[in-house]
């Protein structure tokens, strides 16, 4: 019997999760060829909720068994340390994997671009792990500082200080700050004493948005306590300071840091082209240029907007609607059919500030928008999250049942 050819995706996230069951549908009649995905979690992580199970625990996971049960794609769980292009293999430590078609959908990591201090004493908010060690961690601040008696050292114990002032850095700075109101309430601590400060190197919040939802989420976060520190950046950070850049020193126990992003050096190792923030250079069918059996979707790929000639955003609606194109593309490459180049769609864009709170704006059709503050934002957003989940369930061609 000959063996099945192999269509590899590697990661789970919004593309690749999306790739894999448009791949199972699109190849179900195809027996001789095998889907296969590869994460290091045996969960799909909803990353734009990260915000909140990193203060309320919420469930941000979906087990990929429940995903894919019953579709023609084979799970593995490891983590994917090389990737040679020149024999078609994967390798996940010391196994590996053919393959005929690869989708590559790793997404990213944080990035703490080197400055001194940092990475040791600072919390990322990039995986799950990151934002259960952070609830730990907040849960325990807020019942340790009850027993705090001097005012100064409880002060340092409430000074947060986030850096990044983009979509993640402003969504858990305003979660936080409903938190600590419940937090000082329990403990009796006057709620003066708490300091949130977002460290922003920009002119703005959430700069890849319109200047008019920059301004509109500036003035909520205010509403909210929060202070902006705005054309400023941290350079260095020991266990009770951070130093900024116009020179400040502010005492704090606690730094968040969603200040950055990059991609794994996995690509640049294997030889692959590429461009700003490591992410790889691809064409306008999302292939990795060079490579013609390689595909690149999600935080992973540098698409180009071919209208604006501009990066697309790293963002999880690109991630999806890059992991449904490959998918077309890869079949379309196999049977000879038309590929079809990217043109990114933003349907909309949607910040969450607590829990009853959101501002942004939808598409509608015939080029109009919707924009929204508020408490019908924050059902808008649940809305746009329920959709993912529902899409999914939609691809995998079943009812996920929790
Ligand atoms: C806190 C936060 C809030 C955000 N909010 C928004 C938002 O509101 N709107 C928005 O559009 N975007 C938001 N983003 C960005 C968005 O989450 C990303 O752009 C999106 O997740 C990218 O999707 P992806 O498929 O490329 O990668 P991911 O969703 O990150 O998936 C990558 C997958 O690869 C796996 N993986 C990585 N390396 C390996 C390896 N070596 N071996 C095996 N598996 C591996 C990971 O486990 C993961 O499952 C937010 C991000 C964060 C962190």
Same mark, same amino acid.
């Given at each position: 019997?000959?063996?099945? !050819?192999?269509?590899?995706?590697?990661?789970?996230?919004?593309? *690749?999760?999306?790739?894999?069951?448009?791949?199972?549908? %699109? +190849?179900?009649?195809?027996?001789?060829?095998?889907?296969?995905?590869?994460?290091?979690?045996?969960?799909?992580?909803?990353?734009?909720?990260?915000? =909140?199970?990193?203060? $309320?625990? #919420?469930?941000?996971?979906?087990?990929?068994?429940?995903?894919?049960?019953? $579709?023609?794609?084979?799970?593995?769980?490891?983590?994917?340390?090389?990737?040679?292009?020149?024999?078609?293999?994967?390798?996940?430590?010391?196994?590996?994997? &053919?393959?005929?078609?690869?989708?590559?959908?790793?997404?990213?990591?944080?990035?703490?671009?080197?400055?001194?201090? %940092?990475?040791?004493?600072?919390?990322?908010?990039?995986?799950?792990?990151?934002?259960?060690?952070?609830?730990?961690?907040?849960?325990?601040?807020?019942?340790?500082?009850?027993?705090?008696?001097?005012?100064?050292?409880?002060?340092?114990?409430?000074?947060?200080?986030?850096?990044?002032?983009?979509?993640?850095?402003?969504?858990?700075?305003?979660? %936080?700050? =409903?938190?600590?109101?419940?937090?000082?309430?329990?403990?009796?601590?006057?709620?003066?004493?708490?300091?949130?400060?977002?460290?922003? &190197?920009? &002119?703005?919040?959430?700069?890849?948005?319109?200047?008019?939802?920059? #301004?509109?989420?500036?003035?909520?976060?205010?509403?909210?306590?929060? @202070?902006?520190?705005?054309?400023?950046?941290?350079?260095?950070? #020991?266990?009770?300071?951070?130093?900024? &850049?116009?020179? @400040?020193?502010?005492?704090?126990?606690?730094?968040?840091?969603?200040?950055?992003?990059?991609?794994?050096?996995?690509?640049?190792?294997? *030889?692959?082209?590429?461009?700003?923030?490591?992410?790889?250079?691809?064409?306008?069918?999302?292939?990795?240029? *060079?490579?013609?059996?390689?595909?690149?979707?999600?935080?992973?790929?540098?698409?180009?907007?071919?209208?604006?000639?501009?990066?697309?955003?790293?963002?999880?609606?690109?991630? %999806?609607?890059?992991?449904?194109?490959?998918?077309?593309?890869?079949?379309?490459?196999? +049977?000879?059919?038309?590929? !079809?180049?990217?043109?990114?769609?933003?349907?909309?864009?949607?910040? *969450?500030?607590? $829990?009853?709170?959101?501002?942004?704006?939808?598409?509608?059709?015939?080029?109009? @928008?919707? #924009? +929204?503050?508020?408490?019908?934002?924050?059902?808008? @957003?649940?809305?746009?999250?329920?959709?993912?989940?529902?899409?999914?369930?939609?691809?995998?061609?079943?009812?996920?049942?929790?």
């Amino acid at each position: 019997m000959q063996a099945k !050819k192999n269509i590899v995706v590697m990661g789970a996230g919004y593309g *690749g999760i999306t790739a894999a069951l448009r791949l199972a549908r %699109l +190849f179900h009649k195809h027996h001789d060829y095998q889907i296969h995905l590869i994460d290091r979690n045996p969960y799909h992580t909803l990353k734009t909720q990260l915000h =909140e199970a990193a203060i $309320r625990k #919420t469930e941000v996971t979906i087990p990929i068994d429940r995903i894919i049960q019953r $579709r023609n794609i084979l799970f593995h769980l490891g983590e994917v340390t090389r990737i040679d292009s020149a024999t078609q293999t994967i390798f996940m430590g010391s196994k590996s994997l &053919s393959f005929h078609y690869l989708a590559i959908a790793l997404g990213s990591q944080v990035n703490f671009h080197n400055i001194p201090g %940092l990475r040791e004493n600072s919390f990322p908010l990039q995986t799950l792990s990151d934002a259960q060690l952070i609830y730990d961690y907040i849960t325990r601040l807020c019942a340790r500082v009850v027993s705090e008696s001097s005012e100064n050292r409880r002060r340092d114990m409430l000074r947060f200080v986030i850096g990044g002032g983009g979509l993640s850095g402003v969504e858990f700075a305003a979660e %936080l700050a =409903e938190h600590v109101v419940q937090c000082t309430h329990n403990s009796h601590v006057n709620p003066h004493e708490v300091e949130i400060i977002v460290v922003v &190197s920009g &002119s703005r919040v959430v700069p890849r948005m319109d200047e008019s939802f920059s #301004t509109r989420i500036y003035k909520k976060l205010i509403e909210k306590g929060i @202070k902006i520190v705005s054309e400023t950046k941290i350079v260095s950070r #020991t266990a009770d300071t951070v130093t900024l &850049s116009s020179g @400040k020193v502010l005492r704090t126990k606690t730094v968040i840091w969603a200040g950055g992003i990059r991609i794994q050096e996995l690509a640049r190792r294997s *030889g692959m082209k590429i461009g700003q923030l490591g992410r790889i250079i691809v064409d306008t069918f999302l292939k990795v240029e *060079g490579y013609p059996t390689i595909y690149a979707i999600g935080d992973n790929a540098l698409a180009v907007n071919p209208c604006s000639k501009e990066a697309v955003p790293a963002a999880a609606q690109f991630a %999806l609607q890059q992991g449904r194109l490959a998918a077309n593309n890869i079949y379309a490459d196999i +049977f000879g059919g038309m590929r !079809k180049p990217y043109h990114p769609k933003l349907l909309g864009e949607v910040v *969450g500030l607590g $829990r009853h709170l959101a501002v942004g704006w939808f598409a509608l059709p015939f080029f109009e @928008k919707i #924009t +929204f503050v508020g408490f019908l934002g924050s059902l808008l @957003k649940a809305a746009v999250q329920g959709k993912h989940i529902f899409l999914l369930r939609k691809e995998s061609g079943k009812w996920i049942t929790y």
